[in-house]
């Protein structure tokens, strides 16, 4: 039988990135007008949710290479009153965004190190440009979807090749400052076929922040 006669071998439309890719990504946070002076979230960045838990919800943009102006949306978890694992998971994916987009190593603890970790406001991060491994969970419907769970730094064999051997590194002396090319883009649309553009629903927030 022809190809047209038979599609047991046609190619699925999961319409997902691969588990494991590494892809350089521009982070814009959707703002919630949550704020808490006394956590340091100011700026109207956060969103509480109907159950009490607070976030970052986070639209990741493939900025370059084959997956370019992919969406990716994954909520950056800062409290849940069910306990305290989504923050620590919202806390160590920041931290490795941190490391990714100021050219440290996570084993880098020097005071300069240190000092490229911290930040004065979550407007710091609205923009922030950093290499990220794909990864793949599940939405309120139970379907797959993509999601961003770390960051790869630069003692990774493939970050300089995949941050752009023209943009090397910045020296510590100017990790403070916002990686240059890192403001949002305004007028980018995803390619046809990605995936939609709609922030995830409460529905689909992991378990304990629910």
Do not use: C
Not at 31 to 36: C, E, I, R, Y
């Amino acid at each position: 039988m022809g190809s047209w006669n038979d599609f047991n071998d046609a190619q699925s439309n999961t319409n997902l990135i691969p588990k494991g890719t590494l892809a350089k990504v521009r982070l814009t946070i959707r703002p919630g007008g949550f704020d808490d002076a006394s956590q340091g979230w100011t700026g109207g960045y956060a969103t509480r949710g109907s159950t009490g838990a607070v976030y970052l919800n986070g639209e990741f943009t493939v900025t370059e290479g084959q997956y370019a102006r992919r969406k990716i949306f994954t909520l950056i978890g800062l409290y849940s009153p069910k306990g305290p694992d989504w923050t620590n998971m919202g806390r160590s994916l920041v931290r490795g965004m941190l490391n990714s987009a100021r050219g440290i190593s996570d084993k880098d603890m020097s005071p300069e190190a240190q000092a490229a970790r911290r930040i004065s406001g979550f407007a710091d991060l609205d923009g922030i440009e950093f290499i990220a491994r794909i990864d793949i969970g599940t939405d309120a419907s139970g379907d797959d979807k993509n999601e961003i769970r770390s960051a790869v730094t630069s003692d990774h064999r493939d970050y300089a090749q995949v941050m752009g051997a023209a943009q090397p590194p910045l020296s510590l002396g100017q990790q403070s400052q916002t990686p240059q090319g890192s403001q949002p883009s305004q007028g980018s649309q995803p390619l046809q076929g990605s995936q939609p553009s709609q922030a995830p629903s409460a529905a689909g927030r992991p378990s304990w922040a629910q």
